[in-house]
């Protein structure tokens, strides 16, 4: 694994980090998904950011369990929905840093004192699955023959704790995808809107191309992936019970005989 992708990647994230986490200390009952989405790009830019491969998302409640999502860029994209005290909320986050990429998401419920990413009843039960799969991820992937088998593995811890997978309601039913470097070209493409950027789209159309070609690994670690499971990924698995749904998404280095996280808590510090 080349450093500089290791260290501008972690440089990434930690920005993305740092800025999801500043937003939400200031959400109050009341504030749209659309506003707060915007607050995040906002402070991305103010930091220097121009590009991404998304833009920011924010769900809440039922949104958080894509409830009633048929067409995912239409459907995912922030609403003027109101957040109320006590309601669960996901926000998440990929911008493009000096040419690396990040790809960031923070889940809690809103309290009375601001969001609390450590919560009780049905949310905090998510998390608890969640600090479990990150850590039983990372063991998989030291160990699993593909992405294919990793997902599957991950499926059924999910299926044990008699949750609901929802990562497999993301475009090209996606556990993780790949943070290698991309063509320089996509840095340059401008944002346009809000949602998915040209920059995924182009860069993701030009792997799967050099993978059909023999000349690259398949980019998404999926149910289909057969690939081995090397590189640096952005891992995002998604769970939900009922109406209220939680996700994590960290970097996870696979190199040689390494395997871990570049954040090791659930929403921890990204160390290079």
């Not at 769900?59 to 048929?70: I, L, N, S, Y």
């Not at 949750?163 to 401008?190: N, T």
């Not at 070609?213 to 289909?224: C, D, K, S, V």
Request: charged fraction near 25%.
């Amino acid at each position: 694994m080349n450093f500089a992708t290791v260290t501008g990647s972690a440089r990434a994230q930690r920005l993305a980090r740092e800025v999801v986490h500043e937003v939400s200390l200031s959400m109050r009952p009341g504030q749209r998904e659309v506003d707060v989405a915007r607050r995040i790009d906002d402070g991305l830019a103010r930091a220097g950011v121009h590009r991404f491969l998304h833009t920011a998302y924010a769900w809440w409640g039922e949104r958080t369990r894509f409830a009633r999502f048929v067409d995912w860029e239409p459907d995912a994209l922030p609403t003027t929905r109101a957040i109320e005290e006590g309601e669960p909320f996901i926000l998440d986050v990929a911008p493009i840093v000096g040419g690396y990429v990040a790809d960031y998401a923070l889940s809690g419920t809103l309290g009375a004192d601001g969001p609390q990413a450590a919560s009780g009843g049905v949310h905090g039960e998510l998390l608890a699955v969640l600090r479990d799969l990150k850590k039983a991820i990372a063991a998989f992937a030291r160990t699993a023959k593909g992405g294919g088998e990793l997902t599957r593995r991950v499926g059924r811890l999910i299926d044990d704790e008699h949750l609901d997978a929802i990562h497999p309601m993301y475009p090209g039913h996606v556990l993780g995808h790949s943070l290698e470097p991309f063509p320089s070209v996509f840095e340059r493409v401008p944002t346009v809107g809000r949602g998915f950027q040209a920059s995924l789209l182009g860069a993701y159309a030009v792997a799967l191309v050099r993978h059909q070609l023999g000349r690259a690994r398949y980019p998404l670690i999926n149910f289909e992936d057969r690939g081995p499971i090397q590189g640096l990924w952005a891992v995002e698995p998604h769970v939900a019970r009922g109406d209220v749904g939680a996700k994590f998404e960290s970097i996870l280095i696979v190199d040689g005989d390494e395997t871990r996280w570049l954040d090791g808590d659930l929403f921890g510090e990204v160390a290079s």
